[in-house]
């Protein structure tokens, strides 16, 4: 597959997957719908190591791997599943966009990375003022609960946890072993999670729109999606595949409105723009600031 399609589809897989978050646990329980969506990429995953003879290792280091991959399954997707019963889809991508913050962060204090410099203090400022804009808009001018919204910051730093703590991992492992692996530990726990929470299974109160989403965010969001990531990761510089976090927040937002009628106030327009503008400076203000102190030198 060509890069720059590989790079289109990423941007696509990451805009719509919190709207089909929201979609799939509208008539579905959240707990369910989740572990039915991972059940289908674990099948998938499983058939495709199967036909492509991908070896999936299973010593000690790959089950650490596997582990840590699956706190932010787990973690990151059953709160956002969770999240989506009352927050909107652009807020779920939006905080998401978050990310890389938290995952510098933790970095810093769990694999003794570079310190943050004034540049990224000042972005990591901005990013929190955005926060907290879009929290008072939730919070008063949506009238939607505090709940969803704890929900989803947790679920971002169960994301960036997993983040860094696979870094601490030394394995060379193909992208689908390790989809793969993390799947088998995984659907059983968050199977188990449903039984214990809800243990509901009434399929004759699924909507269409529920299961198709289901399907969408199994087959792509969760096996294809993290295939082409890992791709274009590989044929990319990191600064190009950064810029989706930038650009996929405000498709987001875009379709929550259009095709799910979310609600855009003019607290959270200027929100997201401020987190837009941190992650911006985030990336890139380090490197703009060298190239510039370079000419003037």
């Known amino acids: 597959m060509p890069v720059r399609i590989a790079y289109l589809f990423v941007i696509l897989v990451w805009s719509t997957t919190p709207l089909g978050i929201v979609w799939s646990s509208t008539s579905i329980p959240p707990t369910l719908s989740v572990f039915l969506r991972m059940a289908l990429a674990l099948v998938l995953a499983g058939v495709y190591v199967c036909i492509a003879k991908v070896p999936v290792a299973w010593d000690k280091p790959a089950r650490l791997l596997y582990t840590y991959s699956s706190l932010g399954i787990v973690g990151g997707m059953l709160l956002s599943y969770l999240a989506a019963q009352t927050v909107p889809s652009g807020v779920i991508s939006l905080i998401f966009g978050l990310a890389p913050f938290l995952s510098g962060l933790l970095g810093y204090k769990l694999l003794g990375e570079a310190k ?48 860094v703590l696979i870094k601490k991992v030394q394995v060379v492992s193909h992208p689908m072993a390790t989809t793969f692996g993390s799947l088998v ?35 792509f969001g969760s096996l294809l999606g993290f295939l082409a990531y890992f791709y274009v990761l590989q044929k990319l510089p990191a600064s190009t595949v950064a810029l989706t976090t930038l650009i996929t927040p405000g498709f987001a937002i875009s379709l929550g409105a259009w095709l799910n009628e979310e609600q855009i106030t003019a607290t959270l327009l200027f929100g997201a723009v401020v987190v837009l503008l941190s992650l911006a400076l985030y990336q890139f203000g380090d490197r703009v600031w060298l190239k510039r102190t370079a000419k003037i030198m």
């Open 116 to 163: 943050f410099t004034p540049i990224k203090l000042i972005a990591l400022m901005l990013a929190l003022i955005g926060l907290y804009l879009i929290c008072v808009a939730q919070l008063h001018e949506l009238e939607i609960g505090a709940k969803g919204l704890v929900f989803v910051i947790l679920a971002v730093c169960c994301f960036s946890l997993s983040g």
């Open 185 to 219: 530990l995984v659907t059983p726990t968050l199977g188990v999670i449903w039984w214990i929470v809800d243990g509901r299974f009434e399929p004759h109160l699924w909507q269409p729109q529920a299961i198709w989403a289901t399907i969408y965010l199994g087959i």
